[in-house]
């Protein structure tokens, strides 16, 4: 506990805690946006690579539930309908992860904020983004390719993997279900790749061990506002909820 102090004042951990229930009652309520919400508000105190290091663990552990919460069958299932997501999500999170620290944090915000800020303001003012089924292979490609490339550098990949699910018009179930998965996988590859960078190291991990509680906390308060959801406002909710966090990417990045 001391080390844990020494590395992050006892004010900021409750902050840091009390952030990590906010961003798992989102994540419990629509399925993502916890390691968003995390590494956009843990890194306005905490430098950006102990605020990395913050959400890793704590997003393993809230995908591992959320993938699971209806029995590993159904899991698996979605593993089978969207196993080439996964996969190039995996190979692209496993390269960029390497390069941590090469590129201008800025420049991954921007270029994650910008087009998932104006897909889901278009989204909510009636346009819907359809996709054909001889394009859904390489849209699949492209999303996964991104999301993986971009969670690799900032532990968000949760934004274009949503709105290609959206895109698709997936049910609410199911997309929660898929994105657990999905998410569930990557995460377990963005720790064993932050093992190897040195992002999760002795001085950090006792801090991301510390989030998982809160962040479990917030995430079944978030799975019952879930429940309580029909298709059309979980969807609205959801778009919403990209526009917010896309806003605030770019404030971010715009703000250095």
Known sequence: MTGLLDLVPLPLLVLAA????????????TGFAFPMIMISTLGSFLPPQIALAALIVPTVVTNGFQAFREGPAAA????RAHWLFVLVVS?????????????????????????????????LGGWRL????????????????????????????????????TALDTPKTEAVRTQGVIFGLSSI????????????????????????VP???????GQGLQD??????FRRF?????????LNLIRRALAG
């Not at 009390?18 to 309520?29: C, E, Q, R």
């Not at 309580?228 to 406002?233: G, P």
Request: glycine letters at 10%; a positive charge; hydrophobic letters at 60%.
């Open 18 to 29: 009390s952030i990590a229930v906010g961003a798992g009652v989102v994540k419990g309520a």
């Open 238 to 246: 959801t778009l919403i909820v990209l526009v917010v966090a896309g």
């Open 130 to 165: 359809r996709i054909t089924p001889g394009s859904k292979r390489k849209v699949e490609i492209s999303a996964a390719a991104f999301a993986g490339a971009v969670g690799g550098f900032s532990g968000v990949w949760g934004p274009p993997t949503v709105a290609y699910l």
């Open 215 to 221: 962040a479990l906390l917030g995430l079944k308060i």
């Open 76 to 79: 698996w299932d979605a593993v």
């Open 189 to 212: 590859l963005l720790l064993l790749a932050h093992m190897n960078s040195g992002v999760l190291n002795a001085q950090t991990w006792p801090l991301s061990l510390a989030m998982v």
């Open 91 to 123: 190979i692209c999170l496993i390269l960029s992860a390497q390069l941590v620290g090469l590129l201008d944090p800025r420049v991954i915000f921007l270029a994650i904020g910008v087009p998932i800020t104006l897909f889901a303001i278009f989204q």
């Open 228 to 233: 309580s959801m029909d298709q059309v406002r």
